[in-house]
């Protein structure tokens, strides 16, 4: 894509512009970086698109700004131009264009130029990111419940493959079948591991092929006119070597033969392979318990000391907080103290 971009632009002659600019864009399917020149003539300013750039087809979001400073550093370095990327480590959609950037309000937090937001319900003096963190820390400060999230994995010999994520266990595809097994497996813990081993499978297998069976009985093909297809999409799934085409969404019947044809092949790949099902759940967990354990895991890369822990959370929590909560998640099995320093055990790692 950045070889065929770069062909383009060198090949042809143009006025020099004086800046490139990369702004974040979203909305509720889609996050992308667009990237943009600059222009100036007679006190006029104008932008010439050079890519856009989707986050769902990058692996992350490292990989999806590797490729932004690829294109970046071709062009800066040809023009020997300004770079404006307002917010390069948040996905803020509230950033102005670059000729507005300098008169533009900062955000009181993070100091990026914004435009304030025109809704009655977000502040206007932070960036919408800036205003997530607020939130966030309100409920660290304010040791919030989160109990929320319920993670399922396939299991054998302590290795681990995530295979969902729910907010709730209820909406898990599989959930109306096993419910009274979990229901039988609940303690008191802070932490819960439901297993499910192969007899349950194997009867969990046969209950999705039985509903499965009675969806397809019924499926109809997707019959889409000219008006419709600029805003419908479909996709195909295969079960038993039938092909079938799903609407993408706004269709719960898709939905359902996608979610339960999904479900089969997983249970299905437990049989072969001798996984078991384990299911964690947490009760009596805080924002607070959250938001620490995730900074060791996903931050720190699954171990940290203790000082920088107590540097992130200087202005959130107090010396006595953050040691209660380090000791906290000690106890109830997701963190480990060595000397100085904590570290995230298996059980830690599985629920965030």
């Not at 299911?279 to 699954?302: E, M, P, Q, W």
């Not at 997701?334 to 055990?345: A, E, P, R, S």
Request: charged fraction near 30%; aromatic fraction near 12%; glycine fraction near 2%.
């Amino acid at each position: 894509m950045i070889k065929s971009i770069l062909q383009n632009i060198f090949n042809t002659e143009e006025i020099k512009p004086i800046a490139i600019q990369c702004l974040w864009n979203s909305d509720w399917e889609y996050i992308g970086l667009t990237i943009d020149l600059i222009f100036k003539k007679n006190n006029s300013y104008s932008k010439q698109n050079i890519a856009e750039l989707e986050y769902q087809k990058f692996e992350s979001e490292e990989a999806l700004l590797q490729e932004a400073e690829k294109i970046i550093k071709a062009y800066t370095e040809k023009y020997d131009i300004e770079l404006y990327f307002p917010s390069p480590d948040k996905w803020s959609r509230d950033c102005p264009d670059y000729w507005e950037s300098k008169t533009a309000p900062k955000c009181e937090d993070c100091k990026t130029p914004i435009i304030p937001t025109k809704s009655i319900y977000l502040p206007k003096e932070v960036c919408y990111p800036c205003h997530l963190e607020r939130e966030q820390n309100n409920k660290i400060k304010s040791e919030e419940q989160y109990d929320n999230g319920v993670q399922m994995y396939l299991a054998k010999n302590n290795e681990y493959e995530n295979i969902g994520y729910c907010s709730y266990f209820k909406d898990f595809t599989i959930a109306p079948f096993i419910n009274d097994k979990v229901q039988k497996q609940f303690n008191e813990n802070v932490i819960n591991v439901v297993t499910l081993h192969k007899s349950d499978i194997l009867e969990l297998n046969e209950d999705l092929e039985k509903a499965l069976n009675e969806k397809l009985a019924v499926y109809e093909k997707p019959v889409i006119g000219e008006a419709e297809k600029k805003f419908t999409r479909t996709y195909k799934i295969e079960y038993k070597g039938i092909e079938y085409e799903l609407y993408s969404r706004f269709n719960s019947a898709h939905n359902e033969i996608s979610n339960l044809i999904s479900a089969l092949k997983k249970s299905q790949k437990a049989l072969q392979n001798d996984y078991v099902y384990e299911i964690y759940f947490k009760k009596g967990f805080t924002h607070r318990d959250d938001s620490l354990l995730r900074f060791v895991n996903y931050a720190c890369k699954g171990s940290s000391s203790i000082e920088k822990i107590m540097e992130k959370y200087k202005d959130v929590m107090s010396e006595t907080e953050i040691s209660t909560t380090i000791n906290k998640l000690v106890k109830i099995g997701c963190l480990v103290i060595n000397g100085n320093f904590v570290t995230v055990t298996t059980t830690g790692k599985n629920i965030v």
